[in-house]
Antibody, heavy 118, light 106 residues
Framework: QVQLVESGGGVVHPGRSLKLSCAAS????????MHWVRQAPGKGLEWVAA????????YYADSVKGRFTISRDNSKNQLYLQMNTLRVEDTAVYYC???????????WGQGTPVTVSS | AIQLTQSPSSLSASVGDRVTITCRAS??????LAWYQQMPGKAPKVLIY???SLEGDMPSRFSGSGSGTEFTLTISSLQPEDFATYYC?????????FGQGTRLEI
């Protein structure tokens, strides 16, 4: 079955960097666009970034553009999110999510928490 | 960015009730809309995609409708396991956006 397992979250000071990883299994990773979606404590869902199946196209929310970079390694079935210049408002659970045709995010990881605090 | 506004933000209902949640888009998004259900402490699950298509393993009491700027999610007869938070999401254009959520309470 489809599995998405995030890692790399933790506590970091404002202005520092963190890199999240997502290990995919149970499907042909290289065939699917992938996304990162986050959820701040007690808040709603916020889309963060997306990458096409081959990595040639990348999209970002305005709130992270220029600070975050999404990437993937299809040979390793891995999705990444490099987060630089972190802010307190980036504190959230970050989900790795698969996109399927039909305009849906159909498989979600369990999430990895990121806390930005001084 | 396209804004999605859900109403109501919260809703109290009883088992067996018929419930409707509305999602309005700030501009036309064709049928590029999905609905998700999120239980506390869990990752969201897709319920409806392409505005009205039921995700494979979701119960048939869930249905979606709409196109353009107005969409609805209907639960025909609430079950105890349906008390959760529901989000709409548009896929028409980047940046992808979510509605603010509707909390469905007993």
């Amino acid at each position: 079955q489809v599995q998405l397992v995030e890692s790399g979250g933790g506590v970091v000071h404002p202005g520092r960097s963190l890199k999240l990883s997502c290990a995919a299994s149970g499907f042909t990773f290289s065939s699917y666009p992938m996304h990162w979606v986050r959820q701040a404590p007690g808040k709603g869902l916020e889309w963060v970034a997306a990458i096409s199946f081959d990595g040639s196209n990348k999209y970002y929310a305005d709130s992270v553009k220029g600070r975050f970079t999404i990437s993937r390694d299809n040979s390793k079935n891995q999705l990444y999110l490099q987060m630089n210049t972190l802010r307190v408002e980036d504190t959230a659970v970050y989900y790795c999510v698969r996109e399927r045709s039909g305009w849906k995010l159909d498989s979600w990881g369990q999430g990895t928490p990121v806390t930005v605090s001084s | 960015a396209i804004q999605l506004t859900q109403s109501p933000s919260s809703l109290s209902a009883s088992v067996g009730d018929r419930v409707t949640i509305t999602c309005r888009a700030s501009q036309g998004i064709r049928t590029a809309l999905a609905w998700y259900q999120q239980m506390p402490g869990k990752a969201p699950k897709v319920l409806i995609y392409d505005a009205s298509s039921l995700e494979g393993d979701m119960p048939s009491r869930f249905s979606g409708s709409g196109s353009g700027t107005e969409f609805t999610l209907t639960i025909s007869s609430l079950q105890p396991e349906d008390f959760a938070t529901y989000y709409c999401q548009q896929f028409n254009s980047y940046p992808i956006t979510f509605g603010q959520g509707t909390r469905l309470e007993i």
